[in-house]
Each structure stands twice: as C-alpha cells, then as structure tokens.
C-alpha cells in the first residue's frame, strides 16, 4: 500500500498522461478537485477529449444552470463550458482519453 496526498497534485489531477501521477496512463485521466468559493475557469473546449464531472459538494454554475451533491455532468468534445464555484466543494472528474495540450479557450 501506499499513501498520497491530494494537494501534491497539480489541481487534483492524479492519473492521466501528465506528471505528477500515482498511475500514468493515455487512456484516462482521473482527478479530485477542491474548490473555493469564487473560482472560476474561462470557457474552453477539448477537441479530442470527453469530460465527466461528478458533483460531490458544493454549488456549481456551468453554462448559466446550478449543479450540486450527486449531479453528474457529460461534457462532449467540442461543448465549450465556462465555470463557476458558488458554494466551496470537491468534483471528482474523468476525461477520456488524457491528452496534452487539448484544452482550447474559446
């Protein structure tokens, strides 16, 4: 067995094809992600990559609607979403495949 911690992960981001990971891999990525209230990421897409986010606390703003505890959200490749923390909390997300450098502002 081995223990990790979540804050020596870049943003939560703990398998995928990046460093640092516990388990590094092309085919996934899996990240746990604190949020404070007021953080914000700027409305992006990935061209190659499909994004899962669970909602495990706290209030989210995604493209204008409210998402909380125990919604799971399905982001396509080529959706664009903007983000927003209303309420402090963890999302636990996965993308497929993990890919560098497929994240586009738009």
């Avoid at 398998?15 to 409305?43: A, L």
């Avoid at 080529?78 to 963890?90: H, I, K, Q, S, T």
Wanted: hydrophobic share 40%; net charge neutral.
């Amino acid at each position: 067995m081995k223990l990790f911690r979540l804050d020596k992960f870049i943003r939560g981001w703990m398998v995928g094809d990046f460093q640092p990971v516990i388990i590094q891999t092309k085919d996934f990525e899996f990240g746990v992600k604190k949020y404070k209230k007021g953080d914000k990421d700027q409305r992006h897409f990935h061209k190659r990559a499909e994004e899962i986010t669970v909602i495990i606390s706290g209030e989210y703003k995604i493209e204008g609607r409210i998402f909380k505890e125990g919604d799971i959200i399905l982001i396509e490749k080529n959706e664009a979403v903007d983000f927003e923390c209303l309420e402090p909390g963890y999302t636990a997300v996965v993308k497929i495949p993990s890919v560098k450098d497929d994240k586009f502002l738009s």
